[in-house]
């Protein structure tokens, strides 16, 4: 593990438990490479919901949107794991971020993925800052935050 994504260096971290249903795998019964993505997404809207909601974002017209989405697959999952997402921002900058993705059980990782994102005016059609308050809070935290994520 290097530096950067070591657990002490990990901000706006949230986990919660991965539900693997019979929908989510293939002819193979192997969770389908699509469905990684869809985790992704849940992760993410946790981490909005606990630190900045869409609803607050939404009363200016702004909204994240995804640029970019990398995945890799290290050990395929089947109806018999039970993994747990974990998620964090690598990076919050003027009107981009970084989002960190692992889905792990049992201290083995199964896939790990990055998402870029800025943050978008639906108005203008492109990406603003952030409030000052979201990038100083940001800024402040010194690591990871273990807090559970909200029902």
């Keep these: 593990m290097n530096m950067e994504t ?3 260096r990990r901000r706006m971290y949230i986990e919660a438990p991965i539900r ?18 869809k985790w992704f ?6 981490i ?3 630190y900045f909601p869409l ?11 995804l640029a970019k989405t990398n995945i890799v697959y290290k050990k395929p999952l ?3 794991n039970s993994p ?11 009107s981009r971020w970084v989002v960190r993705f692992e889905i792990v059980e049992d201290g083995v990782v ?13 108005d203008r059609m492109r990406p603003v800052r952030f409030p000052e308050s979201v990038l100083q809070r940001f800024g402040e935290m010194s690591g990871i935050d273990r807090e559970a994520p909200a029902d």
């Design 110 to 122: 199964y896939c790990e993925g990055r998402q870029v994102g800025y943050y978008f005016n639906l």
């Design 48 to 50: 909005l919901d606990r």
């Design 20 to 37: 693997v249903r019979s929908y989510d795998t293939d002819y193979m019964k192997v969770v389908s490479n699509t469905v990684h993505v």
């Design 78 to 80: 089947t109806l018999q």
């Design 84 to 94: 747990m997402g974990c998620a964090w921002v690598e990076s919050l900058e003027k």
């Design 55 to 65: 609803a607050e974002m939404m009363k200016e017209n702004n909204t994240p949107i």
């Design 6 to 8: 070591a657990p002490e």
């Design 41 to 46: 997404e849940y992760l993410r809207m946790e």
